[in-house]
T-cell receptor, first 112, second 111 residues
Framework: SQTIHQWPATLVQPVGSPLSLECTVE??????LYWYRQAAGRGLQLLFY??????ISSEVPQNLSASRPQDRQFILSSKKLLLSDSGFYLC???????????FGPGTRLTVT | GDSVTQMEGPVTLSEEAFLTINCTYT??????LFWYVQYPGEGLQLLLK?????DKGSNKGFEATYRKETTSFHLEKGSVQVSDSAVYFC??????????FGTGTQLKVEL
């Protein structure tokens, strides 16, 4: 069966520090991968998506970047965090031809 | 561009009450429509979906019908339970492998 892992579960980082969040998927190959952010009291905002290794589409200009170094690995990064980067970050995947996106457990990021 | 509008919450109901969460959308073409649920501290789970007009998605007692004429996909349940307390998100996929989400509606069910 397919599973999706995200880590860490929670993270508290000071302003100006770097960020690396990792997402890995098991049990499937060549998935589409997605990073979303959920800010307090708001809906989900799609940040990045990837249809293959090294292929990244950015939906919103921001302080963050994404990379896909392996087929089932998706990384969200920042060189210098801002207070506004605080939120709940969710990774998701889907396979070609499927309607459903499967979400990971999320990472709660607090920038202080 | 595509957009989804949901009723604002929180919605507070007593157990066994009838639930309706309104959702309307704007999209070109014929999108697929979804309801996702997020329990406290967790990621999102697909609750139900409908891929064409007049389809009814159903799961765990929840239902939603794809109404093209009113561009709506309202979520309903006849008798809610405390365990249904969560945030519910309406979403659409209009193509391009991307979902567009509404802002979410928090549901609180009390005894």
């Amino acid at each position: 069966s397919q599973t999706i892992h995200q880590w860490p579960a929670t993270l508290v980082q000071p302003v100006g520090s770097p960020l690396s969040l990792e997402c890995t998927v098991e049990g499937t190959s060549n998935p589409n991968l997605y990073w979303y952010r959920q800010a307090a009291g708001r809906g989900l905002q799609l940040l990045f998506y990837s249809v293959g290794i090294g292929q990244i589409s950015s939906e919103v200009p921001q302080n963050l970047s994404a990379s896909r170094p392996q087929d089932r690995q998706f990384i969200l990064s920042s060189k210098k965090l801002l207070l506004s980067d605080s939120g709940f970050y969710l990774c998701a995947w889907r396979t070609l031809g499927s309607y459903e996106q499967y979400f990971g457990p999320g990472t709660r990021l607090t920038v202080t | 561009g595509d957009s989804v509008t949901q009723m604002e919450g929180p919605v507070t109901l007593s157990e066994e009450a009838f639930l309706t969460i309104n959702c309307t959308y704007t999209a070109t073409g014929y999108p697929s429509l979804f309801w996702y649920v997020q329990y406290p501290g967790e990621g999102l789970q697909l609750l139900l979906k409908a891929t064409k007009a007049d389809d009814k998605g159903s799961n765990k007692g929840f239902e939603a019908t794809y109404r093209k004429e009113t561009t709506s996909f309202h979520l309903e349940k006849g008798s809610v339970q405390v365990s249904d307390s969560a945030v519910y998100f309406c979403a659409l996929e209009g193509g391009g492998n991307k979902l567009t989400f509404g802002t979410g509606t928090q549901l609180k069910v009390e005894l």
